[in-house]
């Protein structure tokens, strides 16, 4: 299976380990966004748990993330998750350090190098410009800028902290011009994600606004039209 590959401007959807969002109910969710996406500017993925990689990667067209990666190789790990299993299974690429799952520095950057070898793309989250800057230097193909106490909420970064986002922006590329940065926490439509691709984002990273939605393709479709 050749497995697609994430393009910039996008809107990556982590289903995060919501009842709504596993299994079939997962599948279902990640069609009704493919179904919404066609023919609108911008790509979308989505970041699912391990057990349902392999289900959402063959059954739609989405490029799937892993919700996380851990920095080990082949051997008695028993437990931790394998980059080249996630890559095995249909994922094109993960997510690390998710405000969720935080790690050391030194993991995401083990992480970031076991993912390039497994040739998974990475999305590193980070919480503020410094932290932003310092993973820019490991290499990412993505950043993606949360601040916590907005994550879940009803405010996006974009209105909240925009200085978050114009500040990462500016601080990964004086370091790495290649790398995308995103913007997440709070983001719910499409205003939020025209705001952040203003503040120079390429995107964005978002669970809850599509995920608890009652109509996730009309929300899908909201969201992409601020691309």
């Known amino acids: 299976m050749s497995a697609p590959v994430l393009e910039m401007p996008c809107i990556i959807v982590n289903l995060k380990v919501y009842k709504e969002a596993y299994g079939r109910n997962a599948l279902e969710l990640a069609r009704a966004i493919a179904a919404a996406s066609k023919g609108h500017e911008g790509q979308v993925a989505v970041a699912c748990g391990a ?42 690429g993960t997510l690390i350090n998710h405000a969720e ?85 709070g983001v719910k439509n499409g205003k939020d994600v025209r705001k952040s691709i203003e503040l120079g984002a390429k995107g964005v990273l978002l669970a809850s606004g599509v995920v608890k939605a009652k109509d996730v393709g009309a929300v899908m479709k909201d969201l992409l039209s601020g691309l």
């Open 51 to 92: 057990p349902d990689i392999r289900l959402l990667a063959c059954e739609t067209e989405l490029p799937v993330f892993a919700q996380h990666i851990d920095p080990i190789p082949f051997g008695g790990h028993t437990g931790h998750i394998l980059a080249e299993a996630v890559a095995d299974a249909g994922a094109v």
């Open 101 to 185: 799952f935080r790690q050391t520095l030194a993991n995401i950057e083990a992480c970031v190098a076991r993912a390039r070898e497994a040739n998974l793309m990475t999305c590193v989250c980070t919480n503020n410009v410094p932290t932003s800057a310092a993973v820019a230097a490991m290499g990412p193909d993505m950043i993606a800028v949360e601040p916590p106490e907005l994550i879940g909420g009803d405010i996006s970064v974009s209105s909240a902290k925009p200085e978050v986002i114009s500040g990462s922006v500016e601080a990964v590329a004086r370091i790495d011009k290649h790398i995308a940065v995103l913007c997440g926490a």
